[in-house]
């Protein structure tokens, strides 16, 4: 059983009668421990997929399992549960709580589950040890470099042991030799059995992946 499996996804928007077809029938499957990047031009759909993939949007047609759920199936409540306990978020923006520590961000997924578990602070405290910031617990993200924000958001995104860590440009906020170093602690991770997909329109990021998809017009154009 594939860890994702999209079958004949379409996505079309609808506005002042206009209708915009952004997912022409997209099927897709990635298994456990796969390490994929999502590559194609601005325009191309892959933000789209990423939604879809993340359970942050649904598609117009077309059926998606994740790690054996029908997704389509699933109701509001179930859906914020696939999302916190199934999938870690890495985003280009970082979306990191401002006044906070970097310890506080971190642990926050695990504030939102339906039991919190005993262990939740040694949790975080194995996070951002694991990404370098064993030291940096308590600085918020205005005294960390860019850098350093996105290894916090990383942490986040393993603190609940997801299936699946889903970055959306992880390195597209950061210069090229700060993006080198994101990009290795993705690829120890995928080394440790993690399975991530990246989303980018960057060639060299992409190529860090040993799957790479190419999203061109809404669908897929070729896949290696």
């Known amino acids: 059983m594939s860890l994702i499996h999209l079958e004949n996804i379409t996505k079309t928007y609808t506005n002042t009668g206009f209708t915009t077809n952004v997912l022409k029938g997209v099927s897709l499957r990635i298994e456990e421990g796969e390490y994929a990047a999502v590559i194609g031009p601005s325009g191309a759909g892959k933000s789209t997929l990423m939604a879809i993939i993340g359970c942050l949007s649904s598609p117009t047609s077309g059926s998606y399992m994740l790690d054996g759920e ?69 600085h918020t993200p205005g005294q960390l470099s860019g850098g350093e924000q996105q290894r916090v958001t990383i942490a986040r995104a393993l603190i609940n042991n997801p299936k699946l860590i889903l970055a959306d440009e992880p390195t597209g906020n950061l210069d090229s030799k700060t993006g080198a170093e994101i990009m290795k602690i993705f690829d120890n991770l995928n080394q440790e059995g993690r399975t991530i997909i990246l989303i980018t329109h960057d060639q060299k990021v992409a190529e860090h992946a040993r799957r790479i998809i190419r999203v061109m017009d809404g669908m897929i154009d070729t896949d290696v």
């Open 70 to 138: 029908e997704v389509a199936r699933l109701n509001d409540s179930d859906l914020s549960r696939a999302r916190n306990e199934k999938i870690g978020f890495v985003f280009q923006a970082f979306h990191l709580l401002p006044g906070a520590p970097a310890f506080d961000n971190v642990i926050l997924p695990l504030m939102y589950c339906r039991k919190v578990p005993p262990d939740a602070k040694a949790r975080a405290a194995e996070a951002l040890e694991k990404v370098g910031l064993g030291h940096r617990m308590r």
